[in-house]
Each structure stands twice: as C-alpha cells, then as structure tokens.
C-alpha cells in the first residue's frame, strides 16, 4: 500500500507561481510511473503530466505545455506551475502506479495508477 500526501496549494494571482509536492510514503521503483491530475468543482478530472523516470519520459496536457513542469527526485513527485491561469484553479491530485510501468503506458490515462493523494487546492484569481 502506497500513501500519497500532497502540499503546496495555495492562491495566486494570475500569472503568478506554485510548486506542489506528492510525497510517497515507502520506496516506489524507479520503473513505476507518477501523475498530476486536478479536478474543478463541476468538471471531471483531467490529466496534468506525468513522469516515467527509468524511460526518462514526461507527458503535459496541452493547456499546460510550456508552463508546468513535472519531476521526480526519489519518492517525491512535483509540479512547478509557472504563469498560472484562472483555469487551472482545481484540486490538485498526485497519483503513481506503485509497481512496474510500462513502456507503453499513457501517463496521462487516469486508469493506469493504482494509489491517489488526497489532493491539494490551487486558486488563481484576481
């Protein structure tokens, strides 16, 4: 069983900076796969980026390409979001498959990771 805690939330101005952070609480492998997701009151959840460290792959849904940043140092995921925009105001979710991630995988396909924070809030208004 893997526990996800995720920190960093706040509000920010638009245009303005967050870095979140998913701290896992035991050792994941290096060939497991990580993921942000975020969901806004009224939307369904939708994928943010995703990280396969052994392929050294990324993945970025196209609303955030350019402004967010996903990396992995050990068993601490984060997203650096930069040029923040009132549209990605959301929950904020971290999720990782645990064990083995293939190749193959859509990083960005909630279906794939088995454990899930319980998220933090991010709001960007004027």
């Known amino acids: 069983q893997v526990h996800l805690v995720e920190s960093g939330g706040g509000s920010v101005k638009p245009g303005g900076s967050l870095r979140l952070s998913c701290v896992a609480s035991?050792?994941?492998?290096?060939?497991?796969?990580m993921g942000w997701f975020r969901q806004a009151p009224g939307r369904e959840r939708e994928p943010v980026a995703g990280?396969?460290?052994?392929?050294?792959t990324k993945s970025y849904t196209d609303s955030v390409k350019g402004r967010f940043t996903v990396a992995r140092v050990g068993d601490t995921l984060y997203l650096q979001m930069n040029n923040l925009k009132p549209d990605d105001t959301a929950m904020y979710y971290c999720a990782t498959t645990g064990g083995y991630c293939s190749w193959s995988s859509d990083l960005l396909d909630h279906f794939l990771y088995d454990y899930w924070g319980q998220g933090t809030q991010v709001t960007v208004s004027s």
């Open positions: 990280v396969h460290t052994d392929l050294n």
């Open positions: 035991t050792n994941i492998n290096n060939n497991a796969c």
